[in-house]
Structures are given as C-alpha cells and as structure tokens.
C-alpha cells in the first residue's frame, strides 16, 4: 500500500529541517520487506510473551520502518552502507541456519565483510529509531555516519550484536529510563511518559537496542552496561571504507521473547504467566514479524 502524507521535520542523522522519507529499519532487503504487526508498550505491561499476538498497535505491510530522514540521507547512507549491510545479514542467516537455531550456543561466525559500512549502517539505524533530538546528543554519531570515511567511534560508545532467531522484533529507544513497580506501570501513566520523553526524560547514558532476526545490536555509552554475553564488534569502526576482510566473530544466539531490553530468557526462565514479573526500564516497542 502506497504511503501518502509524508511528514515534515527534522532529518535525524544531518538535522535539517524538511520533507521526511520513509527509512526501513534495518533496510528492506535485509529482510525488513515483510508485513510486521507493531505493539505499542502500554498493550504489554503486565502480559506474558506468549499473550502478545492479538495485541496489536499498529500494522507495518512492507517491513517496519519510520520517516525520519531526509531525502539526501536517505540516498546517501543507502547507497554507501545498506548493500554491505545486507550482505551481513544473510550470511548471519545462513549461519543461523546451519545451527538450527541452537539458542544459548556461541558460534564462531566468519564474515567476509566492509566492517565500517556494516557498523555505520547500524548507527544509523538507532539514529533513526529515536527522535531528531538524539543526534543533537550525540552529533559525533552523526558525523560518523555522514562522513563515509571517518573511521572510529567515540570511545565511551560499545556496539555488541548476536544471532537470534526471534520470534518477536524489539526496538529499545532513548527514552523512559525508569525502573518501577508492576503496580505503577499503568497504560495512562505510561502513556503520559511516552509523550513527554523525547523532552523531559531523556538521559544521555540510557542503552538502546534493536532485534531483528537473524541480528540484534545494543547501542550502550558506559563501559560498566555492556552485555558480555553479546559479541562486541566496536572495532568494526577501526576499517578503512574500502577494506573488505574476512572476520570471526564468536556470536551468542539469544532469543527475544519479552519487551525488556537485554532480556534474553527463554519461555521456560521467563514461567508461567503467573510469575511474569513487569518493570519499565527504557523500551519503546516489541514487534512481531509475520516472516519468522
């Protein structure tokens, strides 16, 4: 279905003012070309993973997405990074495959990869999942990503990424760093947060993440939030744009059952619907994906 009505704002990579287009997150051809059905996360709290299907919020029928840059950047970091990108996610596929999905392995992974267009184009991807305000916050992501030969990111920033065979998608933005009780997380107060949050609540430090089979990343900025049980591919920055290598990369396969950032338990550790224990800390989304 064709989209109309395309906004105007901000772009959330160069920051200039005017007609937004659509981007794709992760891009269309890494497997982001399928109907995905979104839940927003006042329709999750206080439900167990295995009630999410049903709860929906909003239906994506080419692949999950958002407007959010302009026209140039678009291009731009579709021409320099997403082919690469691409190419990364399918051999992550078809390693993923090959272990039939062993949930809890590490595997060695090899990867014959342009290891700075595949981390610029993740960094452009958590660009885009937050509102125009975060590269404000972080204008030397942005630099990053404009400048298709600057190499290196800031050191205080960690990008880890896993396998995962799903089945739900998660996007963790910039936003709601609270931790509550159960008791206080209802769908009017969290409602009331989500719409003040890209003003009042935003903290510099909050760790993001985006999970779509057959990849997850995080996206953290203190050294002491870094998951080790993800793989840290940080140092794919520290390649020249026009150096492909062959990489191995030991990579944990964790599967993403709940809205919770870095919540990796499967169904059995997560129990029964009864001990479902709900706290908000930070998460924006949690997808299903018709394709998976």
């Given at each position: 279905?064709?989209?109309?009505?395309?906004?105007?704002?901000?772009?959330?990579?160069?920051?200039?003012?005017?007609?937004?287009?659509?981007e794709h997150l992760p891009p269309r051809k890494a497997l982001n070309e399928y109907p995905v059905?979104?839940?927003?996360?006042?329709?999750?709290?206080?439900?167990?993973?295995?009630?999410?299907?049903?709860?929906?919020?909003?239906?994506?029928?080419?692949g999950f997405g958002k407007y959010t840059l302009c026209g140039p950047c678009n291009n731009n970091?579709?021409?320099?990074?997403?082919?690469?990108?691409?190419?990364?996610?399918?051999?992550?596929?078809?390693?993923?495959?090959?272990?039939?999905?062993?949930?809890?392995?590490?595997?060695?992974?090899?990867?014959?990869?342009?290891?700075?267009?595949?981390?610029?184009?993740?960094?452009?991807?958590?660009?885009?999942?937050?509102?125009?305000?975060?590269?404000?916050?972080?204008?030397?992501?942005?630099?990053?990503?404009?400048?298709?030969?600057?190499?290196?990111?800031?050191?205080?920033?960690?990008?880890?990424?896993?396998?995962?065979?799903?089945?739900?998608?998660?996007?963790?933005?910039?936003?709601?760093?609270?931790?509550?009780?159960?008791?206080?997380?209802?769908?009017?107060?969290?409602?009331?947060?989500?719409?003040?949050?890209?003003?009042?609540?935003?903290?510099?430090?909050?760790?993001?993440?985006?999970?779509?089979?057959?990849?997850?990343?995080?996206?953290?900025?203190?050294?002491?939030?870094?998951?080790?049980?993800?793989?840290?591919?940080?140092?794919?920055?520290?390649?020249?744009?026009?150096?492909?290598?062959?990489?191995?990369?030991?990579?944990?396969?964790?599967?993403?059952?709940?809205?919770?950032?870095?919540?990796?338990?499967?169904?059995?550790?997560?129990?029964?619907?009864?001990?479902?224990?709900?706290?908000?800390?930070?998460?924006?989304?949690?997808?299903?994906?018709?394709?998976?």
């Open positions: 279905m064709a989209r109309t009505n395309k906004p105007s704002g901000r772009c959330h990579i160069c920051g200039i003012t005017g007609p937004l287009t659509f059905v979104g839940t927003h996360l006042d329709k999750l709290i206080n439900t167990h993973p295995a009630d999410y299907v049903g709860r929906r919020h909003r239906d994506f029928q080419s970091t579709g021409s320099w990074y997403a082919r690469e990108f691409v190419s990364w996610v399918d051999q992550s596929l078809r390693i993923l495959r090959r272990t039939g999905n062993a949930v809890g392995d590490t595997v060695e992974c090899r990867f014959d990869i342009y290891p700075l267009r595949v981390i610029k184009q993740i960094c452009a991807m958590f660009l885009s999942l937050n509102d125009s305000s975060f590269r404000d916050v972080h204008e030397y992501l942005a630099d990053f990503v404009l400048n298709k030969y600057k190499i290196g990111l800031n050191p205080a920033i960690q990008i880890s990424a896993y396998l995962t065979p799903g089945p739900h998608l998660r996007y963790s933005a910039d936003m709601l760093p609270q931790h509550m009780p159960p008791t206080s997380a209802t769908p009017d107060f969290l409602g009331a947060l989500i719409d003040e949050a890209g003003t009042t609540i935003r903290r510099k430090e909050h760790p993001l993440e985006i999970s779509f089979p057959p990849l997850g990343y995080a996206m953290t900025f203190i050294p002491d939030l870094s998951d080790h049980s993800r793989s840290n591919i940080s140092h794919f920055s520290l390649y020249d744009y026009g150096q492909k290598a062959s990489l191995n990369v030991n990579m944990p396969i964790l599967p993403v059952y709940t809205w919770f950032y870095g919540d990796y338990r499967s169904l059995d550790q997560i129990g029964s619907r009864t001990n479902d224990a709900t706290a908000v800390n930070g998460q924006a989304m949690s997808l299903g994906h018709a394709a998976f």
